[in-house]
T-cell receptor, first 115, second 110 residues
Framework: GAGVSQSPRYKVAKRGQDVALRCDPISGHVSLFWYQQALGQGPEFLTYFQNEAQLDKSGLPSDRFFAERPEGSVSTLKIQRTQQEDSAVYLC?????????????FGPGTRLTVL | GESVGLHLPTLSVQEGDNSIINCAYSNSASDYFIWYKQESGKGPQFIIDIRSNMDKRQGQRVTVLLNKTVKHLSLQIAATQPGDSAVYFCSNRPGNQFYFGTGTSLTVIP
């Protein structure tokens, strides 16, 4: 079946612009996670949804970052007034807790470059 | 907080040899651990997982060992193949969040 998809795959923004990154999770997956991955580093947690409820947003680096999942499926990560330090790969993952495994299935990521 | 670290940032092995990648974690409340493989330009791909009530789990050519006493996790890859070349991350979960290490880059020499 289809995996997690993300769009766009690449985004170049000028400093100060707003960007919106989209995640389409695997159908039926209740949980959705956003991560930020800097070059040469492991993914760092940003936020977590269970259905449409945002249960944990403690990893969002500033109030310029906002995530939503209004219908419990597709999610959007929005970054306002982008800064150069926001340049990274943004990964989305979904999971279906309660089965034999709680593993997360990752999308290919969106590479954001802020000039 | 939580820190997760891998012991070696890079590892080179000959094709056909076994590979061992190590990881240490700090939070004893971690109840679930996952190893991921990440190839260039792709998201992390699940390899194998283990829960804290186990100390060993085997998959196809891979084995994960968990030592909760010293908070250590390892991934063993048998008969390493060129397609195994990638960055490997360990991940643990104390609570809702998953924490990732910095990764070990595995290079398989033909």
């Amino acid at each position: 079946g289809a995996g997690v998809s993300q769009s766009p795959r690449y985004k170049v923004a000028k400093r100060g612009q707003d960007v919106a990154l989209r995640c389409d999770p695997i159908s039926g997956h209740v949980s959705l996670f956003w991560y930020q991955q800097a070059l040469g580093q492991g993914p760092e947690f940003l936020t977590y949804f269970q259905n449409e409820a945002q249960l944990d947003k403690s990893g969002l680096p500033s109030d310029r970052f906002f995530a939503e999942r209004p219908e419990g499926s597709v999610s959007t990560l929005k970054i306002q007034r982008t800064q150069q330090e926001d340049s990274a790969v943004y990964l989305c993952a979904s999971s279906k807790p309660g089965g034999d495994t709680d593993t997360q299935y990752f999308g290919p990521g969106t590479r954001l470059t802020v000039l | 907080g939580e820190s997760v670290g891998l012991h070696l940032p890079t590892l080179s092995v000959q094709e056909g040899d076994n590979s061992i990648i190590n990881c240490a974690y700090s939070n004893s409340a971690s109840d679930y651990f996952i190893w991921y493989k990440q190839e260039s330009g792709k998201g992390p791909q699940f390899i194998i997982d283990i829960r804290s009530n186990m100390d060993k789990r085997q998959g196809q050519r891979v084995t994960v060992l968990l030592n909760k006493t010293v908070k250590h996790l390892s991934l063993q890859i048998a008969a390493t193949q060129p397609g195994d070349s990638a960055v490997y991350f360990c991940s643990n979960r104390p609570g809702n969040q998953f924490y990732f290490g910095t990764g070990t880059s595995l290079t398989v020499i033909p």
